[in-house]
T-cell receptor, first 111, second 113 residues
Protein backbone atom coordinates (compact mmCIF):
# COMPACT_ATOMS: atom_id res chain seq x y z
CA UNK A 1 0.00 0.00 0.00
CA UNK A 2 0.91 3.62 -0.14
CA UNK A 3 2.22 5.69 2.70
CA UNK A 4 1.40 9.33 2.90
CA UNK A 5 2.35 11.05 6.08
CA UNK A 6 2.31 14.48 7.60
CA UNK A 7 5.13 15.83 9.68
CA UNK A 8 2.95 17.70 12.17
CA UNK A 9 -0.39 16.45 13.39
CA UNK A 10 -1.35 19.86 14.87
CA UNK A 11 -0.47 23.41 13.98
CA UNK A 12 -1.48 26.65 15.68
CA UNK A 13 -0.95 29.99 14.00
CA UNK A 14 -1.85 33.56 14.77
CA UNK A 15 -4.47 35.16 12.57
CA UNK A 16 -2.79 36.99 9.73
CA UNK A 17 0.33 34.85 9.78
CA UNK A 18 1.24 32.40 7.03
CA UNK A 19 0.71 28.68 7.60
CA UNK A 20 2.76 25.85 6.16
CA UNK A 21 1.50 22.30 6.27
CA UNK A 22 3.86 19.55 5.18
CA UNK A 23 3.31 16.12 3.71
CA UNK A 24 5.65 13.26 2.81
CA UNK A 25 4.75 10.58 0.31
CA UNK A 26 6.46 7.30 -0.42
CA UNK A 27 5.45 6.29 -3.95
CA UNK A 28 7.82 7.84 -6.45
CA UNK A 29 5.38 6.84 -9.21
CA UNK A 30 2.70 9.18 -7.86
CA UNK A 31 2.05 11.90 -10.39
CA UNK A 32 -0.92 13.75 -9.03
CA UNK A 33 -1.48 15.32 -5.64
CA UNK A 34 -4.40 17.06 -4.00
CA UNK A 35 -4.82 19.06 -0.83
CA UNK A 36 -8.17 18.83 0.94
CA UNK A 37 -9.64 20.82 3.80
CA UNK A 38 -12.04 19.17 6.21
CA UNK A 39 -14.07 21.29 8.59
CA UNK A 40 -15.66 19.77 11.64
CA UNK A 41 -18.67 17.62 10.78
CA UNK A 42 -18.18 17.95 7.03
CA UNK A 43 -16.62 16.03 4.20
CA UNK A 44 -13.22 16.94 2.75
CA UNK A 45 -13.23 19.82 0.33
CA UNK A 46 -10.81 20.29 -2.56
CA UNK A 47 -8.33 23.14 -2.15
CA UNK A 48 -5.70 22.78 -4.83
CA UNK A 49 -3.99 20.12 -6.91
CA UNK A 50 -0.66 19.72 -8.62
CA UNK A 51 0.78 17.33 -11.16
CA UNK A 52 4.25 15.92 -10.99
CA UNK A 53 5.41 17.92 -13.99
CA UNK A 54 5.11 21.06 -11.87
CA UNK A 55 6.87 22.09 -8.68
CA UNK A 56 4.63 24.97 -7.68
CA UNK A 57 1.04 25.96 -8.14
CA UNK A 58 -0.80 28.94 -6.73
CA UNK A 59 -4.42 29.51 -5.94
CA UNK A 60 -6.26 32.11 -3.98
CA UNK A 61 -4.16 32.57 -0.80
CA UNK A 62 -2.81 29.04 -1.17
CA UNK A 63 0.33 27.69 -2.76
CA UNK A 64 1.34 24.07 -3.15
CA UNK A 65 4.98 23.14 -3.53
CA UNK A 66 6.12 19.76 -4.76
CA UNK A 67 9.63 18.41 -4.30
CA UNK A 68 9.83 15.10 -6.12
CA UNK A 69 13.45 14.55 -5.15
CA UNK A 70 12.57 14.12 -1.50
CA UNK A 71 8.93 13.18 -2.10
CA UNK A 72 7.62 16.13 -0.17
CA UNK A 73 4.57 18.29 -0.60
CA UNK A 74 3.61 21.45 1.25
CA UNK A 75 0.60 23.71 1.45
CA UNK A 76 1.14 27.35 2.23
CA UNK A 77 -1.77 29.48 3.33
CA UNK A 78 -1.19 33.22 3.24
CA UNK A 79 -2.71 35.57 5.82
CA UNK A 80 -4.40 32.74 7.71
CA UNK A 81 -7.94 33.48 8.82
CA UNK A 82 -10.14 31.88 11.51
CA UNK A 83 -12.14 30.23 8.73
CA UNK A 84 -9.01 28.33 7.75
CA UNK A 85 -9.19 26.31 10.98
CA UNK A 86 -9.73 22.72 9.86
CA UNK A 87 -7.96 19.44 9.24
CA UNK A 88 -5.86 19.44 6.08
CA UNK A 89 -5.09 16.30 4.10
CA UNK A 90 -2.75 15.64 1.25
CA UNK A 91 -3.60 12.82 -1.12
CA UNK A 92 -1.49 11.15 -3.80
CA UNK A 93 -2.30 9.09 -6.84
CA UNK A 94 -0.53 7.63 -9.83
CA UNK A 95 -3.59 6.33 -11.62
CA UNK A 96 -6.14 9.05 -11.00
CA UNK A 97 -8.57 6.40 -9.81
CA UNK A 98 -7.11 5.62 -6.45
CA UNK A 99 -6.01 8.18 -3.91
CA UNK A 100 -4.10 7.60 -0.71
CA UNK A 101 -4.65 10.15 2.00
CA UNK A 102 -2.26 11.31 4.67
CA UNK A 103 -3.17 11.30 8.34
CA UNK A 104 -4.16 14.96 8.40
CA UNK A 105 -2.93 18.11 10.14
CA UNK A 106 -5.23 20.02 12.40
CA UNK A 107 -4.79 23.75 11.88
CA UNK A 108 -6.00 26.12 14.58
CA UNK A 109 -6.02 29.84 13.91
CA UNK A 110 -5.71 31.99 17.00
CA UNK A 111 -7.60 35.30 16.69
CA UNK B 1 -28.68 21.70 -4.50
CA UNK B 2 -26.47 19.24 -2.70
CA UNK B 3 -23.85 17.79 -5.04
CA UNK B 4 -23.16 14.56 -3.13
CA UNK B 5 -25.69 13.47 -0.53
CA UNK B 6 -25.67 10.59 1.91
CA UNK B 7 -28.34 9.08 4.10
CA UNK B 8 -28.52 8.65 6.96
CA UNK B 9 -26.22 11.21 8.57
CA UNK B 10 -26.09 9.24 11.81
CA UNK B 11 -26.57 5.53 12.30
CA UNK B 12 -26.49 3.80 15.66
CA UNK B 13 -26.94 0.06 15.68
CA UNK B 14 -26.02 -3.07 17.56
CA UNK B 15 -23.39 -5.64 16.72
CA UNK B 16 -24.55 -8.31 14.34
CA UNK B 17 -27.09 -6.12 12.56
CA UNK B 18 -27.13 -5.40 8.81
CA UNK B 19 -27.34 -1.80 7.65
CA UNK B 20 -27.14 0.24 4.46
CA UNK B 21 -25.87 3.72 3.66
CA UNK B 22 -27.08 5.46 0.52
CA UNK B 23 -25.21 7.91 -1.67
CA UNK B 24 -26.36 10.01 -4.59
CA UNK B 25 -24.54 12.56 -6.72
CA UNK B 26 -26.16 15.02 -9.10
CA UNK B 27 -22.94 16.17 -10.76
CA UNK B 28 -23.08 13.79 -13.68
CA UNK B 29 -19.79 12.21 -12.60
CA UNK B 30 -18.82 8.76 -13.82
CA UNK B 31 -16.85 7.59 -10.80
CA UNK B 32 -17.98 7.15 -7.21
CA UNK B 33 -16.13 6.10 -4.07
CA UNK B 34 -16.60 4.99 -0.51
CA UNK B 35 -14.10 6.01 2.16
CA UNK B 36 -13.85 5.13 5.82
CA UNK B 37 -12.53 7.71 8.31
CA UNK B 38 -11.52 6.40 11.70
CA UNK B 39 -11.41 8.20 15.03
CA UNK B 40 -7.92 9.50 14.24
CA UNK B 41 -9.25 11.14 11.08
CA UNK B 42 -7.41 8.70 8.82
CA UNK B 43 -9.22 8.45 5.48
CA UNK B 44 -8.98 5.15 3.64
CA UNK B 45 -10.53 4.26 0.34
CA UNK B 46 -12.77 1.21 0.37
CA UNK B 47 -14.33 1.00 -3.07
CA UNK B 48 -14.45 2.81 -6.36
CA UNK B 49 -17.01 2.41 -9.13
CA UNK B 50 -16.71 3.75 -12.66
CA UNK B 51 -19.86 3.71 -14.75
CA UNK B 52 -21.46 1.22 -12.36
CA UNK B 53 -18.48 -1.14 -12.51
CA UNK B 54 -16.22 -1.92 -9.57
CA UNK B 55 -12.68 -0.74 -10.29
CA UNK B 56 -11.14 -0.59 -6.83
CA UNK B 57 -11.77 -2.92 -3.94
CA UNK B 58 -9.28 -2.33 -1.20
CA UNK B 59 -8.73 -4.82 1.57
CA UNK B 60 -12.22 -4.64 2.96
CA UNK B 61 -14.06 -7.51 4.69
CA UNK B 62 -16.62 -9.14 2.42
CA UNK B 63 -19.26 -8.08 4.94
CA UNK B 64 -19.12 -4.78 3.05
CA UNK B 65 -20.88 -4.87 -0.30
CA UNK B 66 -21.25 -1.83 -2.52
CA UNK B 67 -24.04 -1.62 -5.05
CA UNK B 68 -24.33 0.84 -7.90
CA UNK B 69 -27.78 0.73 -9.51
CA UNK B 70 -26.84 3.57 -11.82
CA UNK B 71 -24.07 6.13 -12.33
CA UNK B 72 -25.59 8.55 -9.85
CA UNK B 73 -25.89 6.14 -6.94
CA UNK B 74 -23.48 4.05 -4.91
CA UNK B 75 -24.87 2.37 -1.83
CA UNK B 76 -22.95 0.54 0.86
CA UNK B 77 -24.41 -2.46 2.61
CA UNK B 78 -22.76 -3.85 5.70
CA UNK B 79 -23.60 -7.28 7.12
CA UNK B 80 -22.97 -8.53 10.65
CA UNK B 81 -21.75 -5.20 11.98
CA UNK B 82 -18.80 -5.24 14.35
CA UNK B 83 -17.56 -2.71 16.90
CA UNK B 84 -14.58 -1.93 14.65
CA UNK B 85 -16.91 -0.78 11.90
CA UNK B 86 -17.68 2.34 13.92
CA UNK B 87 -16.39 5.25 11.85
CA UNK B 88 -17.50 8.02 9.54
CA UNK B 89 -18.16 6.79 6.02
CA UNK B 90 -17.80 9.23 3.15
CA UNK B 91 -19.09 8.89 -0.34
CA UNK B 92 -17.35 10.85 -3.08
CA UNK B 93 -17.58 11.31 -6.82
CA UNK B 94 -15.32 12.53 -9.58
CA UNK B 95 -15.21 12.88 -13.32
CA UNK B 96 -12.22 11.28 -14.98
CA UNK B 97 -10.42 13.81 -17.08
CA UNK B 98 -8.03 16.67 -16.62
CA UNK B 99 -8.72 16.94 -12.91
CA UNK B 100 -9.35 14.09 -10.51
CA UNK B 101 -10.92 16.31 -7.89
CA UNK B 102 -13.28 14.32 -5.73
CA UNK B 103 -16.44 15.82 -4.31
CA UNK B 104 -17.26 14.40 -0.91
CA UNK B 105 -20.59 13.92 0.75
CA UNK B 106 -21.24 15.10 4.32
CA UNK B 107 -20.48 11.68 5.79
CA UNK B 108 -22.42 9.07 7.74
CA UNK B 109 -21.35 8.53 11.34
CA UNK B 110 -21.84 4.86 12.12
CA UNK B 111 -21.75 3.78 15.75
CA UNK B 112 -21.89 0.08 16.54
CA UNK B 113 -22.71 -0.79 20.15
Amino acid sequence: GESVGLHLPTLSVQEGDNSIINCAYSNSASDYFIWYKQESGKGPQFIIDIRSNMDKRQGQRVTVLLNKTVKHLSLQIAATQPGDSAVYFCAESHTGNQFYFGTGTSLTVIP
Amino acid sequence: DTAVSQTPKYLVTQMGNDKSIKCEQNLGHDTMYWYKQDSKKFLKIMFSYNNKELIINETVPNRFSPKSPDKAHLNLHINSLELGDSAVYFCASSQQGASYEQYFGPGTRLTVT
